[in-house]
């Protein structure tokens, strides 16, 4: 059974710039979850995707656009980044998030993504 | 807005010693998360809990929900080096499961 994987591991980027972070969910999971971790902090939900649908939002504006693919892998996206963007981007994938029981999500090791 | 909230954020203990980190959130749920991250790696799942009440032990570590006063507690017994990491827990809001948020965490440093 594969986890999740993330690439790239490590990033540098400047002002104004654009990413793509990619995420390969664990075999068997079909809901992909995006976090970002500020140094220091806790993970803050960016947002959900099921069924290659966007299936919930945190707090975060427009520029951070995502996709999920037919094999439940998902992209993240930031347009314009800005340097508070510096964080580490936690993919995470469940079971099912419609489920009533528990929804454990398996995160990949994350890619940090540094914005000058 | 579910706010979660960890205390202490910093717990430097020797080892053998007994403790407990404390999570208190402000909506009604009932699915709360416990996480362990080490140093520059991803969060490991150690506990589930779901209902009130509910009790889960892993070795040194035991979790335990209170869903009337909206509080879970971590209890370390005998600590040990290698439980030295950042403890996170993280809280579903009832209608929105997956979608956890989470405490700024338990760093947990634990001295011969």
């Known amino acids: 059974e594969t986890g999740v994987t993330q690439s790239p591991t490590h990033l540098i980027k400047t002002r104004g710039q654009q990413v793509t972070l990619r995420c390969s969910s664990q075999?068997?999971?079909?809901?992909v979850s995006w976090y970002q971790q500020a140094l220091g902090q806790g993970p803050q939900f960016i947002f959900q995707?099921?069924?290659?649908?966007?299936?919930g939002r945190g707090n975060f504006p427009p520029r951070f656009s995502g996709l999920q693919f037919p094999n439940y892998s998902s992209e993240l996206n930031v347009n314009a980044l800005e340097l508070d963007d510096s964080a580490l981007y936690l993919c995470?994938?469940?079971?099912?998030?419609?489920?009533?029981?528990?929804?454990?999500?398996?995160f990949g090791a994350g890619s940090r993504l540094t914005v000058l | 807005e579910l706010k979660v909230e960890q205390n202490p954020l910093f717990l430097s203990m020797q080892e053998g010693k007994n403790y407990t980190i404390y999570c208190n959130y402000s909506?009604?749920?009932?699915?709360l998360y416990w996480y362990r991250q080490d140093p520059g790696k991803s969060l490991e799942s150690l506990f589930v809990?779901?209902?009130?009440?509910a009790v889960k032990q892993e070795g040194r570590l035991m979790a335990s929900l209170d869903t009337k006063a909206r509080l879970s507690t971590l209890h370390i017994t005998a600590a040990v080096h290698d439980l030295s990491a950042t403890y996170f827990c993280?809280?579903?809001?009832?209608?929105?499961?997956?979608?956890?948020?989470f405490g700024d965490g338990t760093t947990l440093t634990v001295k011969p």
């Open positions: 075999s068997g999971h079909n809901t």
């Open positions: 995470a994938s469940s079971l099912d998030s419609t489920g009533a029981g528990a929804n454990v999500l398996t």
């Open positions: 909506t009604t749920s009932d699915r």
């Open positions: 809990l779901l209902s009130n009440g």
């Open positions: 995707y099921y069924r290659e649908e966007e299936n």
């Open positions: 993280a809280v579903d809001p009832r209608t929105n499961a997956g979608k956890s948020t």
